[in-house]
């Protein structure tokens, strides 16, 4: 499969700052996903992204596709203590997701 | 209209024994993906199926591992012969039909697999 460089691998933040994250790939891809895991769940799409440099919020959540297709990140502003949890960045062409290994989030109250 | 369903949420089998895992798919979903999550990692794809089809299967291991999604009820993913390093959670994901387009995958709570 292809390889996904997600960064940071953790943080931890104090409520009220803003958190970014990125994802970069060798191979080009069609759409960027973010996706979040709470513990014992399945991954919940957050944003989808399917042109390159397209920007795209939900929220407090923004995201970015990179104009050379081969990254992307997401920021939350202003953090709470529900944005705890595992933040995955997902490349998509055809059917098939390509993960990255995920950055965990926790928040200091 | 309820999400993906997978049974059970946790499993714990011996060395030997198999692992029946069960999905069911959103109402009006006909696509369904399996996924594995070793510890620290993220999702990797296993297999793709429609309705009694596999569409492919590229990142299901040979041996042991099949899959299936019949006509009338869940998809299973079967693990013959369960070894220590097959544990980890399985995700299923599922995705309507479409025309011309890749649509959102959508993904149950995962089952959890501990061999012991």
């Known amino acids: 499969g292809q390889q996904l460089n997600q960064s940071p691998q953790s943080m931890f933040i104090q409520e009220g700052e803003d958190v970014s994250m990125n994802c970069t790939s060798s191979?080009?891809?069609?759409?960027w996903l973010w996706y979040k895991q709470d513990p014992g769940e399945g991954p919940v799409l957050l944003i989808a992204l399917y042109k390159a440099g397209e920007l795209t919020s939900n929220g407090r959540l923004t995201a970015q596709f990179g104009i050379t297709r081969k990254d992307s990140f997401l920021n939350i502003s202003a953090s709470i203590p529900s944005d705890v949890g595992i933040y995955f960045c997902?490349?998509?062409?055809?059917?098939?997701?390509?993960f990255g290994a995920g950055t965990t989030v926790t928040v200091r109250a | 209209n309820a999400g993906v369903m997978q049974n059970p949420r946790h499993l714990v089998r011996r060395r030997g024994q198999e692992a029946r895992l069960r999905c069911s798919p959103m109402k009006g979903h006909s696509h369904v993906y399996w996924y594995r999550q070793l510890p620290e990692e993220g999702l990797k794809f296993m297999v793709y199926?429609?309705?009694?089809?596999?569409?492919?299967e590229s990142g299901m291991p040979k041996e042991r591992f099949s899959a299936e999604f019949p006509k009338e009820g869940p998809s299973i993913l079967r693990i013959q012969q369960v070894v220590r390093g097959d544990s980890a959670a399985y995700f299923c994901?599922?995705?309507?039909?479409?025309?011309?387009?890749?649509?959102?995958?959508?993904f149950g709570p995962g089952t959890r697999l501990l061999v012991l």
């Open positions: 191979s080009i891809f069609n759409t």
């Open positions: 997902a490349g998509r062409n055809d059917y098939k997701l390509s």
């Open positions: 199926l429609q309705k009694e089809n596999i569409i492919d």
């Open positions: 994901a599922s995705s309507p039909q479409r025309q011309g387009s890749v649509e959102t995958q959508y």
